[in-house]
Structures are given as structure tokens and as C-alpha cells.
């Protein structure tokens, strides 16, 4: 024979698992929640904007993104983009890395005039070594979201140097 106490207790348990149930339900059940669709931008894959500008087009503009010089983990670096074509109204740069969760390192630009913008970025050591970072650019209009996603090496981390 059941205790009060014990049906408490499974009542309890049930209530938790239906409201667990529901949280994940509702976080994982759609995943575009909270993603904005963007439209990708041509890009010539073997630039890489540590070593050169490299530029990216869509049909009704164009931009020119370079970083550096000397890019290295830890070690700030200027990040330049210059557009034409289009009224922008924000930029974003993620650094990212393909099958390796690297934390957020997001840097949002500032203009610096018509068609200019600018910003620093940092980006941190892979602890396993690896130096085949992203680029992605997001371009922020009033007509929707562009994207470029730039392949960029990083230098290494000289064993013993602070960075």
C-alpha cells in the first residue's frame, strides 16, 4: 500500500519529467528557431585574407576583406572590409573551425565611412594544434543576411613564447 508521501513523491517526478520533457522538446524540435538564412556570397576558396584581400560578390554588390598582418593566436589583429553596391547595416566576423567547437569568437565592425569598416579580433590556441581557421562574414541589410565563409592559417604558437 502506497504512503501519501509516496504518491507525492511519484506525482512529483511525473510533473518534473513532463515539464523536462516539454523544455526539450520545445529547444530541440525546430531547429531554425533563432537562425536567420543567408544568402552566400561567391568567394575565390583559395584566398586566404591573412595573407591577401580577398574579395566576395553577389549579384548587386560586391566587398574586399583582408586581416592582419602576422595573424597569431592570442595576438589582437585589425580586420578591414570595404563594400561597394550596397547599403550595409552591420558586419559580423565569426572564427570558426569545421568539426571542432571553438567557442564563440564573434566581432562585430565599425564603419569608418561610406563602404568602410573595421574592427580587432582575437583568436584563441587550438589546444590539439590545428591551424585551419573560418572566416565567416555576415552582412547585415536591410534586404536580408549575405554570408562568405574565408579559409585563413594561423600561424603556430613557437613552444615556450607567450603567444
Known sequence: MKTPIQSLLILLTLLALG????YFYRQWS????GVVAA??????ARCDPGRDICLATAEDFELRFGLGPDLRPLRVFPIRVELAGR????ILVDFLMRDMDMGINRFRLKA???GRWAGEGVIPVCWVGRRDWIARLTIETAAGHYQADFPVAIATVAAGSSG
Open 19 to 22: 515539464l523536462g520533457g516539454g
Open 30 to 33: 525546430d531547429p531554425g528557431v
Open 39 to 44: 544568402i552566400p556570397l561567391h568567394i575565390d
Open 87 to 90: 547599403q550595409v547595416d552591420g
Open 112 to 114: 569608418l565611412g561610406p
